[in-house]
């Protein structure tokens, strides 16, 4: 009698450990300004332009949303993520953007989100630097390509900074609310500074 009773009591405080295992999983969710502002569907395109006036497209292809794993014995929580995956028609290369907590990672992933190059936070003040990535000034409005944008925040990648080598020079991006990137200048010091501006669009 007394062996059973301490079987019971073991298979008890076992079973005890595994719920309260599980009930320490904590999920975050993605910053819903962020979602509100960038989170594009299917089928929405942007068309780009250089000063040689050639012409870059690119489509978004499809989107997939969820949770990341938990971090060994629930470490870390499970965040909420969408993934973005564009197709440039023209350069006949594919991409993402992560979006995940605050941020946008560029080719993000992996079990925890860990993956990918920050290229836009939300949130944060000028001069903020996160893993290769600073925070520019908000400029009220800019002219682009005889289209006027508002309220456009200014990103920058510093390429010997990233935390996953993804471009090859620094740049700069341009985001507005709604819109996506709007101007893109890369600073090749052989060949010069190449800038793409937002030609057309349309958000789905």
């Known amino acids: 009698m007394k062996n059973t009773v301490f079987i019971f009591l073991i298979l008890m405080i076992s079973s005890c450990e595994k719920d309260d295992s599980v009930s320490q999983v904590k999920y975050a969710y993605l910053n819903e300004t962020l979602r509100t502002n960038f989170a594009f569907n299917k089928g929405s395109y942007w068309v780009y332009q250089n000063s040689t006036n050639e012409i870059d497209s690119v489509v978004l292809i499809n989107s997939k949303t969820g949770f990341t794993s938990p971090c060994p014995r629930n470490q870390c ?114 060949n010069g500074t190449e800038t793409w501006d937002l030609k057309n669009y349309r958000i789905e």
């Open 77 to 190: 929580a499970k965040n909420e993520f969408i993934e973005l995956n564009f197709s440039s028609v023209t350069k006949k290369t594919s991409y993402n953007h992560y979006l995940m907590s605050n941020y946008i990672k560029y080719n993000g992933g992996g079990d925890w989100g860990e993956d990918g190059q920050p290229v836009y936070i939300s949130e944060k003040e000028s001069n903020f630097e996160f893993n290769g990535l600073i925070v520019g000034k908000t400029l009220d409005s800019l002219m682009i390509l005889n289209t006027m944008y508002y309220n456009i925040e200014k990103m920058s990648v510093r390429a010997e900074r990233q935390f996953q080598k993804e471009f090859k020079y620094n740049r700069d991006l341009y985001f507005v609310p709604s819109v996506g990137v709007v101007r893109q200048v890369i600073y090749d010091p052989v």
